[in-house]
């Protein structure tokens, strides 16, 4: 098998742009394209400009060069090639032309790229980590990806390729302690589309939706939910604070009734966990603010509300580490109005003893709420009685995503399981193992094997339970439309 040859040089690709190159730069451009004669011939020239990315006519092309070539010989010399570039009056871009500006500048020893220890210089002067899109846009403009078909391909490959550059150290070996086998977001996207398409899902045949927090942060385009909403081309939103499914039942049943015929659904859940550069769990450093806030806000204040319920009760008052108050509001909530965080605090107190074995507080608490959206998310399907007669497949998709100001978001992937109309009473495929490897040791993490295992393994929640919990669902849904 024959390799593709290589893209041209970013040199080449965007020098055409400006209005006026020098006699050096059209030098470099000819040489690149000759075949070795000092000559270029029609479809070498040709070459040269389309691949370096202009469209050009091709009358245009043909009168101008005709009229370039005063020999008749049908190639063009360099002189004649300067005077063909000078006589196209192709209008630059001004990103383009400050891209070649930006490229110019780094590329220290002229050879026409950039190598790791110039594009170092370019991260240190350029405070990269500061702003996590704006570098990746200005190293998408450096590098030139015109070649990436979709905008996420390009954002995906830039994040991959510079993140060593500008990541922060603290937050890294943060995520990797407490989520070890995260994954980017685009490549958690990849591995799960892989799997489905290999068992008939399509965005023809299946409806997407998402149960997670409402936060902004996780409504970014280079985002998992934006991504694979733009994979399967529609997104129903189940979520809503940590990421529980407060569509409920009533939900539930408007997303499954806008399933194509004989069509499937993909189910995709997760809390969020914030970390910050210096590597603590629960903070986030958000775009446009100078102060640290918390992430998940609803989980942290959620269980600051049963610490302190906790130890006004006189009941197992180091609940929450001292260091760890400063990240909390000491602001008295009512939360009788709110009643999403009503059900969290519901939900989330039960789990909450064992804690003081983990590695982290919020770690924990952030894997507890994982296990909280996902058992509702059960009991809507198990309560749904006419699921099968309107989807023939149900993938689930379930993890924690990770909110981080550089280096990419993540996704900590727990569970992948399919669910089939002729399966339907027996356990579900579990796809976890096929798409992600083996899943992650939680032990250390958790502080009890008891804990992990209740995490990992799949739930199968009480019936009557779950009625009463998905009426309070419908309750507070019904609630905050009237609001």
Known sequence: ???????????????????????????????????????????????????????????????????VDEDNNGTLDFDEFCVFINKTNLKPQQSVIDAMDLFRTYDADNSGSVDKFEFAQFAANRDLLARRRTVLFVALSTIAAFGVSRYDDEYAWAQKTFRGIYVDPKAEAAQNKYFPTALLSSDLDAKVASTLYRRGFTPANTLFAHSVCSD????????LVNLMVSRWQEGFSLGGLGGLPFAGKSGFRAFLHHVPDNGKLLIFFAPHVGIDAYG?????????????????????????????????????PQLLPASLMTMLDTKEADYEFDPELGIIIDRLKPLIPGIEKAGDPITYVTYQMYTIVRDLLDDCIKETSDVWDWA????????????????????????????????????????????????????????????AKRVLDRSNPDARKAKVLLKKLEEARLKGFGS
């Open 280 to 316: 603590v769990i629960g903070a986030l450093e958000r775009e446009g603010q100078s102060q640290v806030s918390k992430a998940c806000g609803a989980a942290v204040g959620s269980y600051k509300a049963i610490k302190d319920e906790a130890e006004k009760a006189v009941k197992n």
């Open 1 to 67: 098998m024959t390799a593709s040859p290589s893209p041209p040089p970013l040199f080449d690709r965007l020098l055409l742009g400006e209005a006026k190159s020098s006699e050096a730069e059209l030098r470099a451009i000819f040489f690149q394209y000759d075949d070795g004669d000092g000559k270029l011939t029609k479809d070498e020239l040709a070459d040269a400009v389309l691949r370096c990315g202009y469209t050009i006519p091709k009358p245009t092309f043909d009168e101008i060069f005709s009229t």
């Open 216 to 223: 902004e942060v996780n409504q970014n385009a280079e985002e």
């Open 392 to 451: 023939t497949e149900v993938a689930i998709v379930g993890g924690i995503m990770i909110n981080r100001r550089t280096g990419g978001d993540f996704f900590q992937p727990l569970s992948f399981e399919l669910r089939t109309k002729q399966l339907q009473y027996l356990t579900p495929s579990d796809l976890f193992a096929e798409t992600f490897g083996a899943k992650p040791d939680l032990v250390p993490i958790l502080g009890s094997q008891d804990v």
